[in-house]
């Protein structure tokens, strides 16, 4: 796996993985991963999750996908993580 299959699994992926741990189209599913972390994040901040938080940003993703900018920085990792991974198998 290199750069490009890295990138392109990492922005196919990531809608999948939002699902599984929580962060639906229909809102957090309950006693999920994602439930979790926004109790976590409700009573760390006095009762509400906070906008622009690591949860509310995943569960806007989760809700209507990824935007644009968001696509591009998930790509980029997904493309590191691809050519680490090909880097390393080649040295094997």
């Not at 796996?1 to 992926?13: D, F, I, Q, R, Y």
């Not at 690591?54 to 997904?78: D, E, K, N, P, R």
Request: glycine fraction near 20%.
């Amino acid at each position: 796996m290199g750069l490009p299959a890295g990138a392109g699994g990492a922005v196919v992926l990531a809608p999948v993985v939002l699902g599984v741990v929580g962060f639906t189209a229909a809102g957090i599913a309950a006693n999920s991963l994602a439930a979790g972390m926004m109790a976590s994040a409700a009573s760390a901040s006095g009762g509400g999750v906070l906008a622009g938080s690591t949860v509310a940003v995943l569960q806007s993703a989760g809700a209507a996908g990824l935007a644009g900018s968001t696509a591009a920085v998930v790509a980029s990792v997904g493309g590191t993580v691809g050519w680490l991974t090909a880097a390393a198998a080649a040295l094997i």
